[in-house]
Each structure stands twice: as structure tokens, then as C-alpha cells.
């Protein structure tokens, strides 16, 4: 089983639409979550994190964590082409380190 | 406020030579975090570094080794360089680690082992 796992994609949303990723964990002592967002050939950039329960609102994005069901998701609202990349999920182990998924390729269409 | 720098930026190494990248942090950020990432694998960590001490380590081989110093700039070295081992090497800070606190990366090392 792995640590963190993301549908791969593609996942494609309309121009203004919502798009939405998740992201489930094994380890129920993680505390914080992250989500990053890698254009190809980039390096990751932070979105943001998040280690409480419930919502927690950016701009467009939204994340949203249910340690109880072991998954953390990402809400984009009004998508825009320039959404169009790879979003990286991670959860800590520790505080030195971070353990990525995949990623889901997310592809906004005009 | 200056970003994770990391230099440089392109590699390009023969099997069997070692190779230094280096890693200059936010300012003020104490911890840094080297990653591989490679298309199927996907971004693997190499080790973190905190005021000149690795905390952790990941499951790389010893040819893989790091090194923090006094200012917080790091580097990683590899030697006996492997084809396997061409990937993009990406450093991240934090001020103390991943814990609740935002953690930003470098623009990363791309390096190509022929």
C-alpha cells in the first residue's frame, strides 16, 4: 500500500468549473498536509498546508482534511487554463520529513 | 525576499564521477530538505538537514551524502555516478522543519548521468 495515494489523472474540468483532487494517507500519526502544484519541467510550488480537521480556504483553493477517513482533498473554484499542471499531495512523518504522492495531472479546458 | 537558490541549474555527468550540487536556503530558514524526483518514481527524500545535523535520512545508498553549514546553505554530493541516478534534485526550507510551518523549493539541479 502506498504512503500516499493520488489518482494519477488525467483529470479534466471545464474553464470555470471546479476542479477537485484527493489524496487518502496510511499513517494516522501524520500531522500536517500539504499540496503543491508542479508546472512540467518545474519545480513544485506551495499551495498550502493544512493540519486541522475541516476547511481551510486560499483564493480559489480550498483544502480540506478528514483525519478520521484518512484523506485530504483540494478544491480549485472558477478553474483556469493556467491551472493546467501536476498537483503533488504529501503528508509529514515527523517534522523532518515529507512523503509525496504521485500526483494527479489536472488539465483545465477552455 | 530571495527564493530557495539552487545552482546550478544543469548537469552533466559520466558514469562513475561524483558530483556536488548546493542549496542556498530562505533567509533565515534552518532546515533543508534534498528530494529526487524522477518519472516513476515520483519525489523521493534524500535527506533534512537542521543547524548542521542531518535528522533524517532516506533509503539511498551511501554514494548519496550531505552536508549543512553554519549560514544554513547545503550541499549534497554523489559519487560513483550511476545512469539510475539522473533526476531532478530539488531542495527545500522551512524555518524548522515540515511540521504545521510553510516549506518552499529551489528550482532544482537537473542532472544527466551519460
Known amino acids: 500500500q502506498k504512503e500516499v495515494e493520488q489518482n494519477s489523472g488525467p483529470l479534466s474540468v471545464p474553464e470555470g468549473a471546479i476542479a477537485s483532487l484527493n489524496c487518502t494517507y496510511s499513517?494516522?500519526?501524520?500531522?500536517?498536509f500539504f499540496w503543491y502544484r508542479q508546472y512540467s519541467g518545474k519545480s513544485p510550488e506551495l499551495i498550502m498546508f493544512i493540519y486541522s480537521n475541516g476547511d481551510k480556504e486560499d483564493g480559489r483553493f480550498t483544502a480540506q482534511l478528514n483525519k478520521a477517513s484518512q484523506y485530504v482533498s483540494l478544491l480549485i473554484r472558477d478553474s483556469q487554463p493556467s491551472d493546467s499542471a501536476t498537483y503533488l499531495c504529501a503528508r509529514t512523518q515527523g517534522a523532518q520529513k515529507l512523503v509525496f504522492g504521485q500526483g494527479t495531472r489536472l488539465t483545465i479546458n477552455p | 525576499k530571495a527564493g530557495v537558490t539552487q545552482t546550478p541549474r544543469y548537469l552533466i555527468k559520466t558514469r562513475g564521477q561524483q558530483v556536488t550540487l548546493s542549496c542556498s536556503p530562505i533567509?533565515?530558514?534552518?532546515?533543508v530538505s534534498w528530494y529526487q524526483q524522477t518519472p516513476g518514481q515520483g519525489l523521493q527524500f534524500l535527506f533534512e538537514?537542521?543547524?548542521?545535523?542531518?535528522?533524517n535520512k532516506g533509503n539511498f545508498p551511501g554514494r548519496f551524502s550531505g552536508r549543512q553549514f553554519s549560514n544554513s546553505r547545503s550541499e549534497m554530493n554523489v559519487s560513483t555516478l550511476e545512469l539510475g541516478d539522473s533526476a531532478l534534485y530539488l531542495c527545500?526550507?522551512?524555518?524548522?522543519?515540515?511540521?504545521?510551518?510553510?516549506?518552499?523549493f529551489g528550482q532544482g539541479t537537473r542532472l544527466t548521468v551519460v
Open positions: 527545500a526550507s522551512s524555518q524548522q522543519g515540515w511540521m504545521n510551518t510553510e516549506a518552499f
Open positions: 499513517d494516522r500519526g501524520s500531522q500536517s
Open positions: 533567509s533565515g530558514h534552518r532546515s
Open positions: 538537514y537542521f543547524s548542521e545535523t542531518q535528522r
